[in-house]
């Protein structure tokens, strides 16, 4: 039961962890959007996020800090700090999307490994957290105008979740 919790933690972290936009930096697509996004709200599992970008596409959020990017602007990692606990998150990159982003939390290395499918949309992850894997799929999108999702349901650890966004852009 305890590993479960472990799991359901790690992937309410993971979220808020794309496809190119005209920006310097590409925290949008680390967002999993694309386009001139001022901030994203999401819901999922009953806890909201929100999320603000500069119009150069860099992320703003509370307890967020020392975020270091690429020369092609591509963030490579930063550290989340939120009452007792400081997380720093790490990215890779591959055809502009995130292939993977990994972390440490409470001394358990935790790797998300993103899959996409032909549209550019997450079509699974893989969440690896100490050598047990849990794979989520994705199914059900719901897209805004400018082709970002706004719902969308997962399958993890057999139930199905629904996740909501909603987006605000630049006008």
């Known amino acids: 039961m ?28 680390a967002n999993d959007a694309k386009g001139p996004v001022k901030s994203i709200t999401q819901n999922m599992m009953g806890r909201t996020q929100v ?17 270091t990017y690429d020369k092609d602007g591509y963030l ?11 997380v720093t998150i790490n990215y890779t990159w591959e055809n502009g999307k995130v292939k ?12 998300t490994t993103n899959n996409y499918d032909d549209k550019g949309n997450m079509q699974s992850q893989i969440l690896d957290m100490g050598g047990q894997q849990m794979t989520i799929t994705y199914k059900d999108y719901q897209f805004d ?6 719902s969308r349901k997962n399958d993890m650890m057999e139930m199905t979740n629904e996740q909501s966004r909603t987006i605000e852009y630049y006008e």
């Open 2 to 29: 305890m590993k479960k919790a472990m799991m359901v933690l790690a992937v309410l972290l993971a979220v808020p962890f794309a496809m190119q936009a005209q920006t310097k930096f590409h925290d949008v697509e």
């Open 100 to 111: 993977t982003q990994s972390l440490t939390m409470m001394n358990q290395p935790m790797k």
């Open 145 to 150: 105008a400018k082709g970002n999702w706004i």
């Open 76 to 86: 490579q990692s930063y550290t989340i700090e939120a009452q007792e606990f400081s």
């Open 51 to 67: 999320v603000q970008f500069t119009p150069e596409g860099k992320m703003q959020m509370e307890g967020l800090k020392d975020a």
